[in-house]
């Protein structure tokens, strides 16, 4: 169904167009009425403004309080654009240092690396801190000793660097669900990864976390990446890479019992 443009509201949607930002904040709002020759209004006026905006079509709702998503002309209709990562965007816009990082299969993906959308979409926080409501029922929240400045910046989200990634995986194999598709990319994400930089990331790391890291590079026959990692230590203590107790592969050179990974790897499947 076509949409119309109130005349007192033409320069706003008019700004929103140009701009292309598919997340709408209270302030965004603020610049756009501005910038269509209206006197910067107060939160009660851009809220009233939103509000008509959304009547007629123009912004979609969010769960995310003060953002909408914009609806351009270009859909032909009050259509959302079916970005997987607007909560994000929308919460992290209107939260500036806010440390929430996209991670595991979220981070894979994005990097180009896994081949599927994840059931759920994935964000680290920082150890203790407690997801926004808004990501409750769709997102899958973890929490990581990776800090938050080990993050770069894909589509405009940030994002684990793929060292993180790995990183993130060593500390906890769990949280990343799709370990067929694991098993796919490793090879490619061990040869980007900065060797250097995960060494740094780990330096404040357990030492289970360290041995499965490395056990990563051993897994995929970089072993002198391996012992990089290990920096020549000879692990006293099994860490487990998967479940306990469901037979697997011991690694000598990593101290790493393996019960999920290693089958698929040797097999070459994964998604």
């Known amino acids: 169904m076509a949409r119309t443009i109130p005349r007192s509201l033409a320069g706003v949607v008019e700004h929103l167009e140009l701009e292309g930002d598919p997340v709408v904040t209270v302030d965004s709002l603020r610049v756009a009425i501005h910038a269509a020759g209206r006197e910067d209004p107060s939160d009660a ?30 859909r032909a209709g009050a259509h959302s654009g079916g970005d997987r990562f607007l909560e994000f965007r929308a919460y992290d816009a209107n939260h500036r240092g806010w440390p929430g990082t996209l991670a ?3 981070a894979a993906g994005l990097h180009g690396l896994a081949q ?19 990501f409750a029922s769709e997102w899958r929240t973890i929490t990581s000793a990776v800090p938050a400045s080990a993050a770069v910046f894909v589509n405009g989200l940030r994002t ?4 993180a990634l790995l990183v993130g995986i060593g500390e906890r194999p769990t949280n990343y ?39 990563l590079f051993g897994a995929v026959d970089l072993d002198a990446a391996r012992d990089r990692v290990l920096e020549g230590s000879h692990p006293l203590e099994v860490a487990w890479f ?3 107790g469901r037979g697997g592969l011991y690694d000598p050179a990593t101290g790493v019992h393996d019960t999920t990974l290693r089958p698929l790897l040797s097999a070459g499947t994964g998604a």
Do not use: C, H
């Open 177 to 215: 669900r799709d370990v067929a598709g694991l098993a796919q990319w490793l090879p490619e994400a061990v040869a980007r990864a900065d060797l250097e930089v995960v060494i740094e990331l780990l330096s404040d790391m357990s030492n289970a976390t360290v041995q499965r890291t490395a056990y």
């Open 160 to 163: 684990w660097t793929v060292e």
């Open 242 to 244: 998967g479940p306990r």
């Open 116 to 134: 599927r959308f994840p059931e759920r979409e994935v964000l680290a926080l920082p150890k203790g801190m407690r997801a926004p409501k808004s």
């Open 104 to 106: 595991m299969e979220s």
């Open 45 to 74: 006026k851009v809220r009233r403004t939103a509000y008509r905006l959304q009547q007629a079509g123009w912004l979609g709702t969010l769960r995310s309080r003060n953002a909408w998503e914009f609806l351009p002309g270009s």
